[in-house]
């Protein structure tokens, strides 16, 4: 079964501190993409930043970068000079380079941060 | 920038009653989604759609789910006898190579009483 887990529900950063948010998949597929999706209180999904399972570098998007651990199967999300538009719910997921496959999705962060 | 959008962004419905949710997928995407999500839940997939036949569904989508693109434009999700653990929020997405990324709508809010 293909998983996605996020180990911490919620987390708390002061405004223009760095954050990091954990996440780890399970897949038997050697092909893949990750995502970091940010869903705020509206509950539109918005696309954070992603990662080709294939590429080493990590991802970079402005303040938002990536720590993908291939072998460990690890994706990490870090959030520098956090913003108070920052707070949301972040949910990690991934979909396999199968084609035409549905994105499975963590159970998902809730990021505060504090002024 | 091209984008999904989605109708309505609220529906109250009553038990037993059917709904059917509307989206507009980006225009030249070729493969479309339907996921669902609880309250305080995580996104959960229900269907995804291409050349006009369903590709994958998940247990979620039983005989009470159906979906149509009736139109070149539209992709609609029918409940046809709405339950009260239908209440979520259900979005759409798209896609133009069904992997690297699809795009989600902003999403219809369902309140079945």
């Known amino acids: 079964a293909q998983t996605v887990t996020q180990s911490q529900p919620e987390m708390s950063v002061q405004e223009a501190e760095t954050v990091t948010l954990s996440c780890t998949y399970d897949t038997s597929e050697n092909n893949y993409y990750l995502f970091w999706y940010k869903q705020p209180p509206s509950r539109q999904m918005i696309l954070v930043i992603r990662q080709e399972a294939y590429k080493q570098q990590n991802a970079t998007e402005n303040r938002f970068s990536v720590n993908f651990q291939k072998a460990a199967k690890s994706f990490s999300l870090k959030i520098s000079d956090s913003q108070l538009g920052d707070t949301a719910m972040y949910f990690c997921a991934f979909v396999t380079n199968s084609g035409n496959t549905p994105l499975v999705f963590g159970k998902g962060t809730r990021l505060s941060v504090i002024a | 920038e091209p984008e999904v959008t989605q109708t309505p962004s609220h529906q109250v419905t009553q038990m037993g009653q059917e709904v059917i949710l509307r989206c507009v997928p980006i225009s030249n995407h070729l493969y479309f989604y339907w996921y669902r999500q609880i309250l305080g839940q995580k996104v959960e997939f229900l269907v995804s759609f291409y050349n006009n036949e369903i590709s994958e569904k998940s247990e979620i989508f039983d005989d009470q789910f159906s979906v149509e693109r009736p139109d070149g434009s539209n992709f609609t999700l029918k409940i046809r006898s709405t339950k009260l653990e239908d209440s979520a929020m259900y979005f759409c997405?798209?896609?133009?190579?069904?992997?690297?990324?699809?795009?989600f709508g902003p999403g219809t809010r369902l309140t079945v009483t």
């Open positions: 997405a798209s896609s133009s190579d069904g992997l690297y990324e699809q795009y």
